[in-house]
């Protein structure tokens, strides 16, 4: 009997690792040297992107973390794999940066009641080193990023602190000019919310993969005709959908075959959902029809 079951679970090893270790150590530096000069300028607004940066560190070491342990194989404790760790820790990451955005905003709204006295020079200087090592951080990341939820959430992190960096800047350079002191928990704010609306945004599809959701492409209706239409299969119910890490699309069904059809419906089914949704892991039950499930839903159970 064909099961067709194909995991890749592993990462391979590669430059990525290495660049996760020199992102970390460049953002712990700058950390540091934000928030010495944040508490010596009185800025709020720097010391805010220091403590942006350092979740900025502790993100990369997760996602590093996480990496190594996704390379496990399959064992007696966790049967599918330690793939889906990586979107553990990518949902780890973004709830810290919705914590730290709220965080920023009410230090924001404190400021901006009470402003202080903010020395614009050491502002414009340290923002610079910061725009600097953010963006190099955000160009060692970019291209695991593109494959990797986990990487992903720590590339956002360095993204959004490039750009806080440059709203720094435009804050220590307007005090310089104009001694506009608002300016600076106004950029905090802006800071805050632009953290909170990328973290939002990407939060939800790690907890659709974590809660077993359907994974939308392909959709679970689109799937399910296609299995109806394949010769032989009467119908198609039990139907479920899910990831079993972020790119391991994985399906269950029951199957009612017509009279005489043996496991050519079953094998017919495998390559469709091989070539046609990349679904190389399917586990598809076959009912004859005079032994078929009754009264059940076509999807879920």
Partial sequence: ??????????????????????????????????????????????????????????????????RRIARRPADATMTFGYGRIEVVTALVNYTTLIMVSIWLAAEGVMRLLDPQPVEGWI?????????????????????????????????????????????????????????????????????????????????MPAIRILMMGSPGDPAAEEVLQAMRGIEGVRDVHHLHLWRMQEHETALEAHVVRSTGQGDAVRIALKEMLAQRFHIHHSVIEIEPEEAACQGVPAIGH
Avoid at 36 to 44: E, H, I
Avoid at 128 to 136: E, P, S
Avoid at 191 to 196: G, H, R, T, V
């Fill in 123 to 203: 502002v414009v200087i340290v923002a610079g080193l910061a725009l600097v090592i953010d963006a190099v951080t955000a160009l060692l990341t970019f291209r695991m990023a593109k494959n990797s939820m986990n990487v992903r959430a720590a590339f956002l992190h360095n993204l959004a602190d490039a750009l806080g960096s440059v709203a720094v800047i435009v804050a220590g350079t307007l005090i310089l000019l104009y001694d506009w002191r608002l300016i600076d928990p106004i950029v905090t704010l802006g800071i805050a919310a632009y953290i909170l609306w990328h973290a939002g945004g990407e939060v």
């Fill in 1 to 66: 009997m064909p099961h067709d079951h194909h995991h890749h679970h592993a990462l391979p090893e590669d430059g990525g690792d290495r660049n996760l270790w020199l992102a970390t150590g460049v953002n712990l530096a700058l950390t540091l040297a934000q928030i010495v000069a944040g508490v010596v300028s009185g800025s709020l607004a720097l010391i805010a992107d220091a403590i942006h940066n350092l979740s900025d560190a502790i993100s990369l070491v997760l996602a590093l973390a996480a």
